[in-house]
């Protein structure tokens, strides 16, 4: 059995998708947008961290809908040719970038300006309080043919793949919980994921047969860290194989902690479970990189770097690079239990922290 760093440091071949690597760069706002577009500051930013790491997932990106967004920081796919310069300036570095694409649901009634005044969810309920009112089954199939669009604008920009944002109270993760969905027609809890197979499948057309497709999936909502996805296999079974046989090519796992328990009283986290389930690879993550960062402290963190970018993870966080529960992630993936680790904070912060958290784990 490798170590960790023979584990992170081998390739990633399948065969939609080789990467140099397996640490991926998880999708994390960068402050430099400007009303939905982004700034050239960008293209140098996503550059070094393209040297060290095998993917990059660049997100949320909105898709082209009026309640789309929940934070006016959130870019979209408008301008291709300038994201033809970030993503040109990622393959320099033998690196992979997927866009990660979503409409922002229930969450954006939780933003901190007039954004939150209009919002669209599956039911016009969030937990038993009345948010606007239910989309109708035609402004669906609108948002359906939205992602589709937008899908088709992320491959024009040269990316390698789309990843389908359902998670933290997104608006297809809206869909598959009980708490925002009290539909009764073809869409309702009852059919929880035909609202994601329709935009799964429609991105399919989109981008053709070759062109990856990820999706992100988590228990928790920005807004409630204790949700569940599923509270059993046999439900977490009825949620990931329609996704599955839909088209999804690789399961994106958030988890706030890696050794989160993503069903009650069983061993394993989301990433876990979803591959023994599947048979798919998976992205695994949860705080591995940053233990002195709170989930609370992400706010702060983008506003000081975007504002000081020369400041070093190092200024942020006193301790040294460096990745928690090394000996379990090793025997998981000798366990076959993930395929891709991914990071968000720390790269966030340190364009060198790839290789400075190697350094520390010799």
Sequence with gaps: MGDLEDILFSKFNNPKLFLKNRIVMNPVPTGFVLNGSIKSEVVKFYELRAKEVGLIIIGAININHKTA??????????????WKRVTKAIH????????????????????????????????????????????SV???????KKFAETAKRVKEANFD??????????????????ETNFRNDEYGFGNRTYFAEKIIEECRKAVGEEFPILIRLSNFKS????????????????IVIPLSIAGVDIFDCSEINYMDQSINGRYGNLA???????????????????????????????????????????????????????????????????????????????????????????
Excluded at 69 to 82: K, L, Q, R, S
Excluded at 138 to 144: A, P, V
Excluded at 229 to 235: C, D, H, K, R
Excluded at 322 to 342: C, P, R, S, W
Aim: net charge negative; no cysteine; glycine share 6%.
């Design 69 to 82: 967004t929940n934070n006016v920081d959130i870019p979209n796919m408008t301008d291709i040719e300038m």
């Design 92 to 135: 320099k570095e033998n690196s992979k970038v997927i866009a990660e694409i979503w409409h922002s649901g229930s969450s954006r009634a939780f933003a901190r300006n007039n954004l939150s005044q209009d919002v669209s969810t599956p039911s016009g309920v969030i937990k038993n309080r009345i948010v606007g009112k239910g989309l």
């Design 138 to 144: 035609y402004e669906i199939e609108e948002i359906i």
């Design 161 to 178: 793949g789309v990843d389908i944002h359902a998670a933290h109270g997104s608006l297809i993760h809206d869909f598959l919980t009980p």
């Design 223 to 238: 807004y409630d860290v204790s949700a569940k996805l599923a509270n059993s296999i046999g439900e977490l079974e009825k």
């Design 272 to 362: 876990y479970w979803i591959k023994k389930i599947t048979k798919k690879p998976t992205i695994t993550m949860g705080g591995l990189g940053s233990s002195g960062i709170l989930y609370k402290d992400i706010p702060k963190m983008i506003s000081v770097v975007t504002t000081h970018p020369n400041m070093s993870y190092l200024d942020l966080q006193k301790e040294k690079p460096h990745i928690m529960y090394t000996e379990k992630l090793v025997q998981d993936f000798y366990n076959g239990n993930f395929d891709l680790v991914a990071f968000g904070r720390p790269l966030l912060i340190n364009e060198n922290w790839v290789s400075e958290m190697k350094e520390n784990l010799r």
